[in-house]
């Protein structure tokens, strides 16, 4: 089964940075593209930036510039560096293989919030 663990969230101020990390356990993240995923109270789950197997990224224009996702596929882990930070991103943030069908069963997540 595979278990996805977010970490790195927390409280700061805007303008402030943070790195997430996602680590993987059950499955090999090498052979799927992985996204980083928020959802904001009230609102649902949107897909904010993506990576390819190849290293390729993607970004939701509300991310573009701010925010970088990698990946360490030795690790088995993807990051998502987090700078100028606004408190529109306050959010819960998860990953999770990009896919056409089913991603897998999602982690907990890890809480951003952030403070005018």
């Known amino acids: 089964q595979v278990q996805l663990v977010e970490s790195g969230g927390g409280l700061v101020q805007s303008g402030g940075s943070l790195r997430l990390s996602c680590g993987v356990s059950g499955s090999i993240i090498s052979i799927y593209a992985m996204g980083w995923f928020r959802q904001a109270p009230g609102k649902q789950r949107e897909l904010i930036a993506g990576?390819?197997?190849?290293?390729?990224?993607t970004y939701a224009d509300s991310t573009k510039g701010r925010f970088t996702i990698s990946r360490d596929n030795a690790k088995n882990t993807v990051y998502l560096q987090m700078n100028s930070l606004k408190p529109e991103d306050t959010a819960v943030y998860y990953c999770?293989?990009?896919?056409?069908?089913?991603?897998?069963?999602w982690g907990q997540g890890t809480q951003v919030t952030v403070s005018s």
């Open positions: 990576i390819a197997r190849g290293g390729g990224t």
């Open positions: 999770n293989r990009i896919v056409a069908g089913t991603g897998w069963s």
